[in-house]
């Protein structure tokens, strides 16, 4: 199990790192035209790659721990008028909640 999540690890970073290499045509106004808009959106994605698994991996016990911490963290983002810090107190507060519901 965890050599096949290695290799799928592995594998969704080199997609992330390729695929901008595709998307790029190769000229000189290149610029100009805007074809350098993944660069924008590549942090994002490389975010999303490492904080993905450890959702589901937080806690072996109750997995659903760190599954609500993600909803809530990602529900509070789309939100636009919280914080970041408020974002990171409400999937603690969420991971908590679950957890204090799961051992009751």
């Known amino acids: 199990m965890t050599v096949l999540l290695i290799l ?9 790192r390729f ?3 595709l998307t790029i045509k190769q000229s000189d106004n290149a610029a100009e035209r805007g074809d350098n808009r993944f660069l924008e959106h590549l942090p994002l994605a490389v975010l999303c790659s490492l904080t993905v698994p450890g959702v589901f991996l937080v806690d072996q016990e109750t ?7 993600g909803i809530a963290a990602v ?10 810090f408020g ?3 409400g ?3 969420a991971a908590v909640a679950v957890k204090v519901l799961y051992i009751g």
């Open 63 to 69: 997995p659903w721990v760190g599954i609500a911490a």
């Open 19 to 21: 695929t901008p290499l």
């Open 8 to 16: 799928l690890m592995g594998l969704i970073t080199f997609i992330i």
């Open 75 to 84: 529900l509070l983002v789309l939100t636009k008028k919280v914080p970041l």
């Open 91 to 93: 999937s603690v507060l």
């Open 87 to 89: 974002v990171i107190v």
